[in-house]
């Protein structure tokens, strides 16, 4: 199960940080990725991180050098710090994984980006 939390409505500039907790498979082992779907769009990939002590990081273009994905083992827990967040951030996001072959979505958390 995941179940993503910390969404919101912010101004543009400003920053959050979403949280995705993990519980039914041994989490350490897992790579870990946020999605995020637009209105009226398909799912993109937004950045994910590899198991274990999660030493590789990899992002979207239209993020990267702005938001940080994260994880904690200890609290099964993979967080997404997003900062200068801009009106085109504003998204459905989700948190993703994969366990045996088996597909695992969150349920998702809405951003809103506006003044």
């Known amino acids: 199960q995941l179940v993503e939390s910390g969404g919101g409505l912010v101004q543009p500039g400003q920053s959050l940080r979403l949280s995705c907790a993990a519980s039914?498979?041994?989490?350490?082992?897992?790579?870990m990725y946020w999605y995020r779907q637009l209105p009226g769009k398909g799912r993109d990939m937004v950045a994910f991180?590899?198991?274990?002590?999660?030493?590789?990081?990899d992002y979207d273009n239209s993020v990267s050098g702005r938001f940080t994905i994260s994880r904690d083992n200890a609290k099964n827990t993979v967080y997404l710090q997003m900062n200068n967040l801009k009106s085109e951030d504003t998204a459905v996001y989700y948190c993703?994984?994969?366990?045996?072959?088996?597909?695992?979505w969150g349920q998702g958390t809405q951003v809103t980006v506006s003044s």
């Open positions: 993703h994984t994969t366990v045996f072959g088996t597909e695992y």
């Open positions: 039914g498979f041994v989490f350490s082992r897992n790579v």
């Open positions: 991180i590899s198991n274990g002590g999660g030493g590789y990081k």
